[in-house]
């Protein structure tokens, strides 16, 4: 079957750096994204990696690894409005988009 | 502007009702989506559609149909609504460049059924 695993939950302090990990394993890759959701609200689109590699994109920053089946959202210089959840998203072999349950990132001042 | 909106923002309705939430896109996209996410926060794509076809997840029960008038537009019906209907009910949209694009979100529908 396909899955994507992401912490349920982490804390992190005011002005600190998290990493927020995701593992998959679905049937074929075509790249994977991370959306940012705010309770109440619609998810946003936060980056977009198909490559290995790093991107990065202001304070957030999205790392894959293929043959590992891994990324890793990072944020940096933490701000209280980034208490949200963010949710990993890979496109598989038929592209059909899979989701993970999402990361309820707290932050804490 | 508004690029992806739905309405109603709040539906109550009684079990058994059937009931309509549409949805529209002003950004000219070429592919819209319905999800429904449950009170554990987890994203269930439930349909996909653009002018080719329609790719309809198989564990969503037929008591859910997308009806689209055109392009912009995806609406969701469902027919005698249950308790386990209850939940947010997210549109979006994407362009189709015959590779993976972000999706645009609509705000949601946060559907209860009592």
């Known amino acids: 079957g396909q899955n994507i695993d992401q912490p349920t939950e982490m804390t992190a302090t005011e002005g600190a750096i998290v990493q927020i990990n995701c593992t998959y394993q679905t049937s074929g890759f075509n790249g994977l994204f991370w959306y940012q959701q705010h309770a109440g609200e619609a998810p946003t689109f936060l980056s977009y990696n198909v490559l290995d590699g790093l991107e990065e994109k202001g304070r957030f920053s999205s790392f894959l690894s293929r043959s590992k089946g891994y990324s890793y959202l990072l944020l940096k210089e933490l701000q209280m409005k980034d208490s949200a959840s963010y949710l990993c998203?890979?496109?598989?072999?038929?592209?059909?988009?899979?989701w993970g349950a999402g990361t309820k990132l707290i932050i804490k001042p | 502007d508004t690029a992806v909106s739905q309405t109603p923002k709040y539906l109550v309705t009684q079990m058994g009702n059937d009931k309509s939430i549409k949805c529209e896109q002003n950004l000219g996209h070429d592919t819209m989506y319905w999800y429904k996410q449950d009170s554990k926060k987890f994203l269930k794509i439930m349909f996909s559609y653009n002018n080719k076809e329609l790719i309809i997840n198989e564990t969503v029960p037929n008591r859910f149909s997308p009806k689209s008038p055109d392009k912009a537009h995806l609406n969701l019906h469902i027919n005698s609504l249950e308790l386990g209907d209850s939940a947010v009910y997210f549109c979006?949209?994407?362009?189709?460049?015959?590779?993976?694009?972000?999706?645009?979100f609509g705000p949601g529908t946060r559907l209860t059924v009592l």
């Open positions: 998203a890979v496109i598989d072999s038929n592209y059909q988009l899979i």
């Open positions: 979006a949209s994407s362009q189709d460049r015959g590779r993976p694009d972000e999706q645009f």
